[in-house]
Nanobody, 123 residues
Framework: QVQLVESGGGLVQPGGSLRLSCAASGFTFSSYDMSWVRQAPGKGPEWVSA????????YYADSVKGRFTISRDNAKNTLYLQMNSLKPEDTALYYCARNIIIRVGGEGEYDYWGQGTQVTVSS
C-alpha cells in the first residue's frame, strides 16, 4: 500500500526555519519524481517544489525560490523540504505528493498524497 507520511511541521516565528520530512513506503521511491504542495485555508492547492528521481533536477515556485530547498534520500525513502526565512504567507498545510509527471517549470500531476503537516508562521 502506497503511503506518504509528512512530519516536521509546527509553529515558528517569521524569519525562522523548519525542516519537513516525508517518509515513503509501499512503492519503489527512487522511480518517482516527488513534490511538495501546500494549501492555505480557503485557498486552492499551491505547488511549492519538485525533485527528479535521483535528485539531479529541482524546481521551485517563485514565492519560495532562494528560501526553500528540496532534497531526497533514496536509501531512506525520504523526501525533505528545508524552509528558511519563513514568512506569514508560508502558513499552510504542506503535502508530500508522488508525481505522475513534471511539467516545464516544475508543476505536475500527482497520484498519491500524504495527510499533510501544518506549518504556521506567526509572531
Amino acid at each position: 500500500q502506497v503511503q506518504l507520511v509528512e512530519s516536521g511541521g509546527g509553529l515558528v516565528q517569521p524569519g525562522g526555519s523548519l525542516r519537513l520530512s516525508c517518509a515513503a513506503s509501499g512503492f519503489t521511491f527512487s522511480s518517482y519524481d516527488m513534490s511538495w504542495v501546500r494549501q492555505a485555508p480557503g485557498k486552492g492547492p499551491e505547488w511549492v517544489s519538485a525533485i527528479s528521481t535521483g535528485g539531479g533536477s529541482t524546481y521551485y515556485a517563485d514565492s519560495v525560490k532562494g528560501r526553500f530547498t528540496i532534497s531526497r534520500d533514496n536509501a531512506k525513502n525520504t523526501l525533505y523540504l528545508q524552509m528558511n526565512s519563513l514568512k506569514p504567507e508560508d502558513t499552510a498545510l504542506y503535502y508530500c505528493a508522488r508525481n505522475i509527471i513534471i511539467r516545464v517549470g516544475g508543476e505536475g500531476e500527482y497520484d498519491y498524497w500524504g495527510q499533510g503537516t501544518q506549518v504556521t508562521v506567526s509572531s
